[in-house]
């Protein structure tokens, strides 16, 4: 997600390692560019991550949360999560990995929409564990604008008083989401069996 050239990336590499004044390392290797992040929503909408899938299932912590809350990187993420082309376990895979710093992102105005991505791709297992780690911090995402509507989407008061009952609203929620799925493809389909319909009354009336 981060675009440039050979000398650029060696020389951020090098600055990267020099300690900033209050002695905490420097992030600017992580640093996401436009650039970047649209070649990596392209590879990502096309499926076509066999060299990626190992980069974006072991990323590190701090990486995980610097792509996720920054302007470029974060939209990336978004494309990877919604891609139809990729396969719904590798998507598992990378959600695992973030499970550990979920709560920082869901407080960021970038971080909480790749949230939502990660909850609308995650399982109804992946979504418990989202959900457990989230109500660790049920203060703070209260007290925060983002967090706020991350506790809303997901449920997480009901989810606090009874797993159960969450769960089924969870399913009912996936099967109704998958039956206006289904109404609008059928939709679609009845539109375009109409369209193929009338072109060829068209080109009979022409031929004849």
């Known amino acids: 997600m981060s675009l440039t050239t050979y000398d650029i990336l060696m020389e951020k590499i090098e600055h990267s390692k020099k300690p900033t004044q209050s002695g905490k390392p420097r992030r600017d290797r992580f640093e996401g560019t436009l650039h970047g992040s649209l070649l990596a929503q392209g590879l990502f909408k096309l499926g076509e991550i066999s060299l990626l899938e190992d980069g974006m299932c072991t990323l590190s912590e701090d990486h995980i949360v610097y792509l996720c809350n920054d302007k470029h990187a974060s939209h990336a993420i978004q494309a990877f999560l919604s891609s139809l082309n990729i396969a719904g376990n590798v998507k598992h895979r990378f959600i695992s990995t973030t499970l550990p710093v979920v709560d920082k992102l869901v407080t960021n105005p970038q971080g909480s929409h790749v949230f939502e991505s990660l909850w609308d791709a995650a399982d109804l297992e992946l979504k418990s564990r989202l959900a457990q780690g989230l109500l660790m911090k049920e203060q703070v995402l209260k007290d925060n604008t983002y967090g706020a509507i991350i506790w809303k989407k997901c449920n997480l008061k009901s989810f606090k008083m009874g797993q159960k009952g969450w769960e089924a609203s969870e399913k009912r929620k996936k099967r109704d989401l998958q039956e206006f799925r289904e109404l609008i493809n059928d939709e679609n389909d009845s539109v375009s069996n ?11 009336k022409a031929a004849s």
């Open 194 to 204: 109409l369209v193929v319909k009338k072109r060829k009354v068209k080109k009979l």
